[in-house]
C-alpha cells in the first residue's frame, strides 16, 4: 500500500511539474504530502518497472530532503531511521577512517570550488561556490583536524571494534551541524545535447551485447570494459568526489576500511537513474523481469582491507570502478573475487552473509575455492549473478583523495540461490 501511495504521490506531482527531470534538494517541494521517512527497494523497483524516473527521483529528493541529512532543521519532519542508523549511518559516532575521509573531501571541496568560482559566468553562482568553498575550508575543516588529533588509536576501540562514539565535547564544538549532512549535492541531470536538448547516452554505443549476455548465460561473470563514454565517466567520477552523501562507516576491526553511500539516503542524482535504466534497456535478455532494486557506491582505505565475503539478495549485479588506473600500485589486483558457489535455497540472509566460517567450509572448499578473479581497472564493470559469493580483492592505491578506490554498484531483481537457474527467468 505504501508503494502505491507514494507511486501515486510522485505521478502528481511530476505532472504539475510538466515532467522536468531534475528537482535538486534545494528545491524539493513543499506540500503537505505525508511523506514516508524512507523508500524501499519495492517502491524502486515499483517506478523503474513503469520506466517512471522522473517519478522515482522526485520521490527520492522529497523523502531525503525532510530528513535529518538535511543542515536546515526547520524542515526535518523525520529522525533518521533506525535502518540508516544500523547499517553504519548513524550521527552519534565515527571511525577514523570515515573522519579522514570526511576531512579529505571538505579540503577538495574548499579548494575546487573556490577554483569554480572563478570561472562562473553567472554572478549568484559564483557567489554560492565561494561561499560555499570558504565554509568548507574555513569552518569544516577544522573541527575535523581537531577531531583526528584527539581520537584514541584503534586498539584502544577493540571495545566497539573501532568506532568512536562522540562526546559532548564533540558536538559542542560544532560537529552536530556539519557531521553526517548533505552539504553539498552535485545533483547532475542526464547528459543532454546543448543545441538540441536531446538525451545523450551514457552507455559506450560500441559495446558487444551479443557476447557480454551469451558469456552471462554461460558463465554467470562477464568482465566489460569501457562501460561508459568519457564524459559519462567524467561526470559520474565528479558526483562521487564532490557529494557529501557518504554517511556510512563500520567497525573497522571487524569489516575494514570504506565509506558508502546508497540511494535511500542521498545517491539519487538523475544521471545515475539514467545509467541503471540505460543498463536495463542495454541488456534486455540478461535484465528481463529483473528491475532495479538498489544501487550505493563505495570509497574505500588503503590502509584497512575491503568488503568481506558475501552474497547480495538480487539477481544481476553490476560493479562498476571510477578511480583512474595510476592510482592503483598493483595492476594485477585491487579488483573482485567472484566465486562459483551460491547460497542453498534453504538459507536464509543472516546464515549465508554472517557465518563465513561455514560459507568456507560447506560451500567453497568443496568447489577448490573456484572463483573468477578480476583487476581493477577505470570504466570496467563486473556483471555477475549476484547470488555468488564475492569479497573484494586486495588493493593497494596511492594516497590522497582522488586516488581513493570508488565502486558503483547497481543491483537488479530477486536472489537465484543454488539450484535456481537464472534462466528460468530469462
Same mark, same amino acid.
Given at each position: 500500500?505504501?508503494?502505491?501511495?507514494?507511486?501515486?504521490?510522485?505521478?502528481?506531482?511530476? $505532472?504539475?511539474?510538466?515532467?522536468?527531470?531534475?528537482?535538486?534538494?534545494?528545491?524539493?517541494?513543499?506540500?503537505?504530502?505525508?511523506?514516508?521517512?524512507?523508500?524501499?527497494?519495492?517502491?524502486?523497483?515499483?517506478?523503474?518497472?513503469?520506466?517512471?524516473?522522473?517519478?522515482?527521483?522526485?520521490?527520492?529528493?522529497?523523502?531525503?530532503?525532510?530528513?535529518?541529512?538535511?543542515?536546515?532543521? +526547520?524542515?526535518? /519532519?523525520?529522525?533518521?531511521?533506525?535502518?540508516?542508523?544500523?547499517?553504519?549511518?548513524?550521527?552519534?559516532?565515527?571511525?577514523?577512517? +570515515?573522519?579522514?575521509?570526511?576531512?579529505?573531501?571538505?579540503?577538495?571541496?574548499?579548494?575546487?570550488?573556490?577554483?569554480?568560482?572563478?570561472?562562473?559566468?553567472?554572478?549568484?553562482?559564483? /557567489?554560492? %561556490?565561494?561561499? /560555499?568553498? +570558504?565554509?568548507?575550508?574555513?569552518?569544516?575543516?577544522?573541527?575535523?583536524?581537531? #577531531?583526528?588529533? +584527539? #581520537?584514541?588509536?584503534?586498539?584502544?576501540?577493540?571495545?566497539?571494534?573501532?568506532?568512536?562514539?562522540?562526546?559532548?565535547?564533540?558536538?559542542?564544538?560544532?560537529?552536530?551541524?556539519?557531521? $553526517? /549532512?548533505? #552539504?553539498?549535492?552535485?545533483?547532475?541531470?542526464?547528459?543532454?545535447?546543448?543545441?538540441?536538448?536531446?538525451l545523450i547516452p551514457l552507455l559506450n554505443p560500441d559495446l558487444d551485447v551479443?557476447?557480454?549476455?551469451?558469456?552471462?548465460?554461460?558463465?554467470?561473470?562477464?568482465?566489460?570494459?569501457?562501460?561508459?563514454?568519457?564524459?559519462?565517466?567524467?561526470?559520474?567520477?565528479?558526483?562521487?568526489?564532490?557529494?557529501?552523501?557518504?554517511?556510512?562507516?563500520?567497525?573497522?576491526?571487524?569489516?575494514?576500511?570504506?565509506?558508502?553511500?546508497?540511494?535511500?539516503?542521498?545517491?539519487?542524482?538523475?544521471?545515475?537513474?539514467?545509467?541503471?535504466?540505460?543498463?536495463?534497456?542495454?541488456?534486455?535478455?540478461?535484465?528481463?523481469?529483473?528491475?532495479?532494486?538498489?544501487?550505493?557506491?563505495?570509497?574505500?582505505?588503503?590502509?584497512?582491507?575491503?568488503?568481506?565475503?558475501?552474497?547480495?539478495?538480487?539477481?544481476?549485479?553490476? $560493479?562498476?570502478?571510477?578511480?583512474?588506473?595510476?592510482? $592503483?600500485?598493483?595492476? %594485477?589486483?585491487?579488483?573482485?573475487?567472484?566465486?562459483?558457489?551460491?547460497?542453498?535455497?534453504?538459507?536464509?540472509?543472516?546464515?549465508?552473509?554472517?557465518?563465513?566460517?561455514?560459507?568456507?567450509?560447506?560451500?567453497?572448499?568443496?568447489? %577448490?575455492?573456484?572463483?573468477?578473479?578480476?583487476?581493477?581497472?577505470?570504466?570496467?564493470?563486473?556483471?555477475?549473478?549476484?547470488?555468488?559469493?564475492?569479497?573484494?580483492?586486495?588493493?593497494?592505491?596511492?594516497?590522497?583523495?582522488?586516488?581513493?578506490?570508488?565502486?558503483?554498484?547497481?543491483?537488479?531483481?530477486?536472489?537465484?540461490?543454488?539450484?535456481?537457474?537464472?534462466?528460468?527467468?530469462?
Open positions: 500500500m505504501r508503494r502505491l501511495q507514494v507511486y501515486l504521490m510522485a505521478i502528481i506531482l511530476v $505532472n504539475s511539474l510538466q515532467h522536468s527531470a531534475v528537482v535538486v534538494y534545494s528545491q524539493a517541494e513543499e506540500t503537505d504530502i505525508d511523506f514516508p521517512p524512507l523508500i524501499d527497494s519495492d517502491d524502486i523497483s515499483y517506478f523503474f518497472e513503469d520506466g517512471d524516473l522522473d517519478g522515482l527521483h522526485w520521490a527520492l529528493t522529497n523523502i531525503f530532503y525532510r530528513g535529518e541529512r538535511n543542515p536546515d532543521e +526547520k524542515v526535518i /519532519k523525520h529522525k533518521l531511521p533506525n535502518q540508516l542508523i544500523a547499517r553504519g549511518g548513524g550521527s552519534t559516532y565515527t571511525t577514523q577512517y +570515515k573522519l579522514l575521509h570526511d576531512l579529505e573531501q571538505t579540503e577538495y571541496l574548499a579548494k575546487h570550488l573556490a577554483e569554480k568560482s572563478r570561472t562562473d559566468m553567472e554572478e549568484a553562482v559564483k /557567489k554560492n %561556490n565561494e561561499e /560555499k568553498a +570558504k565554509f568548507f575550508g574555513t569552518t569544516i575543516a577544522p573541527i575535523y583536524h581537531a #577531531l583526528l588529533e +584527539k #581520537l584514541p588509536p584503534l586498539h584502544e576501540l577493540e571495545r566497539t571494534g573501532g568506532l568512536y562514539p562522540f562526546e559532548v565535547a564533540d558536538y559542542a564544538a560544532g560537529l552536530d551541524s556539519i557531521y $553526517n /549532512k548533505a #552539504l553539498h549535492q552535485t545533483n547532475f541531470d542526464e547528459l543532454r545535447d546543448q543545441s538540441t536538448g536531446e551479443a557476447s557480454i549476455e551469451a558469456s552471462f548465460r554461460s558463465e554467470g561473470v562477464v568482465v566489460i570494459d569501457n562501460v561508459l563514454t568519457p564524459k559519462a565517466l567524467e561526470r559520474i567520477r565528479q558526483l562521487m568526489l564532490e557529494s557529501t552523501v557518504f554517511f556510512q562507516t563500520k567497525m573497522p576491526l571487524k569489516f575494514g576500511g570504506y565509506v558508502g553511500a546508497y540511494i535511500d539516503d542521498g545517491l539519487h542524482d538523475r544521471i545515475l537513474l539514467q545509467l541503471a535504466f540505460e543498463l536495463y534497456e542495454k541488456l534486455p535478455t540478461i535484465m528481463k523481469g529483473h528491475f532495479l532494486k538498489y544501487l550505493w557506491a563505495y570509497k574505500y582505505d588503503s590502509e584497512y582491507t575491503g568488503i568481506n565475503l558475501h552474497a547480495d539478495q538480487a539477481a544481476v549485479n553490476v $560493479n562498476l570502478w571510477l578511480t583512474p588506473d595510476e592510482a $592503483n600500485l598493483d595492476p %594485477n589486483s585491487g579488483g573482485l573475487v567472484v566465486f562459483t558457489a551460491k547460497p542453498p535455497a534453504d538459507w536464509d540472509f543472516a546464515r549465508f552473509n554472517t557465518d563465513t566460517e561455514e560459507v568456507h567450509d560447506l560451500l567453497l572448499k568443496p568447489t %577448490n575455492y573456484d572463483n573468477v578473479t578480476v583487476p581493477h581497472r577505470q570504466n570496467r564493470a563486473v556483471l555477475f549473478d549476484s547470488a555468488l559469493f564475492h569479497q573484494t580483492d586486495e588493493y593497494s592505491f596511492k594516497k590522497g583523495y582522488e586516488n581513493r578506490r570508488i565502486n558503483l554498484t547497481f543491483l537488479y531483481g530477486e536472489m537465484q540461490k543454488q539450484g535456481v537457474s537464472q534462466s528460468s527467468e530469462l
